[in-house]
């Protein structure tokens, strides 16, 4: 349940940011909506709520925060009359850090699997090799033997007779 609440007010942050930017139409100015409701003030993204002051006045967006003078950030609302501003900006932080850490995690995941992946395959690699050289050395060793076996059966195993004229 609280968990589905801030999901609802991280897409809700994140859809009025991106509305906020957007002109909002000059014929409903903030202060002009005053003497109403939190509900009426918010319906304009523009627009933030100060409980205190009960007063709408227009969001200061070059600021991103909005100023202690202005309202306080435990007292203002934006976007949602229930949940205060400085809550939604402790959640988004917290949100943002989860996702930052849960990508630093994955990166480090995939990188050391893929090294570990490197290691395994140079290591069957290097074991084809020992193998190949084994079996090379084998036949060698028995090529050699061979070949012995026939310089003894016609008598070449001793030394060269025509050795002796270089």
């Given at each position: 349940?609280?968990?589905?609440?801030?999901?609802?007010?991280?897409?809700?942050?994140?859809?009025?940011?991106?509305?906020?930017?957007?002109?909002?139409?000059?014929?409903?100015?903030?202060?002009?909506?005053?003497?109403?409701?939190?509900?009426?003030c918010l319906k304009n993204v523009s627009c933030l709520w100060c409980i205190?002051?009960?007063?709408?006045?227009?969001?200061?967006?070059?600021?991103?925060?909005?100023?202690?003078?202005?309202?306080?950030?435990?007292?203002?609302?934006?976007?949602?009359?229930?949940?205060?501003?400085?809550?939604?900006?402790?959640?988004?932080?917290?949100?943002?850090?989860?996702?930052?850490?849960?990508?630093?995690?994955?990166?480090?995941?995939?990188?050391?699997?893929?090294?570990?992946?490197?290691?395994?395959?140079?290591?069957?690699?290097?074991?084809?090799?020992?193998?190949?050289?084994?079996?090379?050395e084998e036949r060698k060793a028995e090529m050699n033997e061979r070949h012995?076996?026939?310089?003894?059966?016609?008598?070449?195993?001793?030394?060269?007779?025509?050795?002796?004229?270089?």
């Amino acid at each position: 349940m609280m968990d589905s609440r801030i999901c609802l007010a991280a897409v809700l942050l994140l859809f009025g940011l991106a509305t906020v930017f957007a002109k909002s139409s000059p014929d409903q100015a903030c202060e002009s909506k005053n003497g109403t409701n939190c509900e009426e003030c918010l319906k304009n993204v523009s627009c933030l709520w100060c409980i205190t002051s009960k007063s709408c006045v227009t969001y200061p967006v070059k600021t991103i925060l909005p100023p202690y003078a202005l309202c306080p950030l435990k007292e203002a609302r934006w976007g949602l009359c229930w949940m205060n501003f400085q809550t939604l900006i402790i959640t988004l932080s917290v949100l943002g850090a989860i996702l930052i850490i849960a990508l630093m995690i994955c990166l480090f995941c995939c990188c050391k699997c893929e090294n570990f992946g490197s290691k395994r395959t140079e290591a069957k690699l290097q074991k084809q090799a020992n193998k190949t050289r084994t079996k090379q050395e084998e036949r060698k060793a028995e090529m050699n033997e061979r070949h012995n076996d026939i310089r003894k059966k016609y008598g070449l195993s001793g030394q060269n007779p025509y050795s002796k004229f270089a």
